[in-house]
């Protein structure tokens, strides 16, 4: 068993297990070692910000969105074409 495993040994091999020790501890051993303080905002401010934010926010009428049934939004000139007469012995 161990003269398989000494045959096996090339410096290729070393160098790629070298290189995965190498990445493991730059990469993951930080992750173990994370040192995070979150400072949770008061209640008091976060009701502030909600108010102060309402008042800023004023939506729009109902009379604004009329423009939408108007006026044609798909036609390049932006109004409504003219009805086709549609040719009676057109078949599809």
Not at 35 to 55: F, G, T
Not at 59 to 71: L, Q, R, T
Request: net charge positive; proline share 8%.
């Amino acid at each position: 068993m161990q003269n398989n495993l000494f045959k096996n040994i090339t410096f290729l091999n070393i160098v790629l297990l070298t290189l995965i020790i190498f990445m493991a501890n730059h990469s993951l051993m930080p992750l173990l070692h994370m040192d995070i303080n979150y400072k949770i905002p008061s209640q008091e401010k976060v009701v502030k910000d909600a108010k102060a934010h309402q008042a800023e926010f004023s939506p729009p009428s109902p009379s604004d969105y009329v423009i939408i049934s108007e006026e044609n939004l798909f036609h390049p000139e932006r109004i409504i074409p003219l009805k086709r007469k549609w040719n009676k012995n057109y078949q599809t």
